[in-house]
């Protein structure tokens, strides 16, 4: 079936480096792709969304870029912050949201 | 900033026994949607509803599921005989129209069956 998921369970960055989580979605037909950041013991957390007549979309210190042709998008986080630590999800959204496994952002100082 | 709340935020239950976990949707949103995250899992979709009426369930939501939104604000999921399995993190969402829109999470219940 269709899914969406990631490429890397861990991410270790040091504080101040800039973050990239990816992400690969298999249904062509998805338009909307949505990142969401999750702390321990939280609800997921909206961070930026994309939709698929884009190629990137920035935000504050974050950016995604989208890739239609490999069916990849990613996340990009500038100066990264202990704060960011957090596992990350890329959400295909549909008439409900499917996420990927995540990627768990570590950030050492 | 208006926010999802679910109540309650840990929920111990024995085996067989019934749980109502609950959640006030933001105000004015239309779309309603229970997920359920497995720990060290993916969040994954349970059921979504919509002018009070289920639009859609996913294989998890079987016959010991149900939703009911009984007034203007409440938003509820009912588990008849819980199972160990049931385990999980519980997070309500609502939105303000449904595709292509930004769905706001609740803080999840945290529902251990023992």
């Known amino acids: 079936g269709e899914s969406v998921g990631l490429h890397l369970p861990t991410l270790s960055v040091q504080e101040g480096d800039n973050s990239i989580i990816n992400c690969a979605y298999s249904?062509?037909?998805?338009?909307?792709f949505i990142w969401y950041k999750q702390e321990s013991g939280k609800g997921p957390q909206f961070i930026i969304d994309i939709r698929s007549n884009m190629d990137k979309r920035q935000g504050q210190r974050v950016t995604v870029l989208l890739n239609k042709t490999v069916k990849h998008l990613s996340l990009q986080i500038a100066a990264t912050q202990p704060g960011d630590s957090a596992v990350y999800f890329c959400?295909?959204?549909?008439?409900?949201?499917?996420f990927g496994t995540g990627t768990r952002l570590q950030v050492f100082p | 900033e208006p926010e999802v709340t679910q109540t309650p935020s840990h929920q111990v239950t024995q085996m067989g026994q019934e749980v109502i976990l609950r959640c006030v949707p933001i105000?004015?949103?239309?779309?309603f949607y229970w997920y359920r995250q497995i720990l060290g899992q993916k969040v994954e979709f349970l059921v979504s509803f919509y002018n009070n009426e289920i639009s859609e369930k996913s294989e998890i939501f079987d016959d010991q599921f149900s939703v009911e939104r009984p007034d203007g604000s409440n938003f509820t999921l009912k588990i008849r005989s819980t199972k160990l399995e049931d385990s999980a993190m519980y997070f309500c969402?609502?939105?303000?129209?449904?595709?292509?829109?930004?769905?706001?999470f609740g803080q999840g219940t945290r529902l251990t069956v023992v």
């Open positions: 249904n062509s037909a998805s338009d909307y």
């Open positions: 959400a295909e959204n549909t008439d409900k949201l499917i």
């Open positions: 105000s004015n949103h239309l779309y």
């Open positions: 969402a609502s939105t303000r129209l449904t595709k292509n829109t930004e769905a706001f």
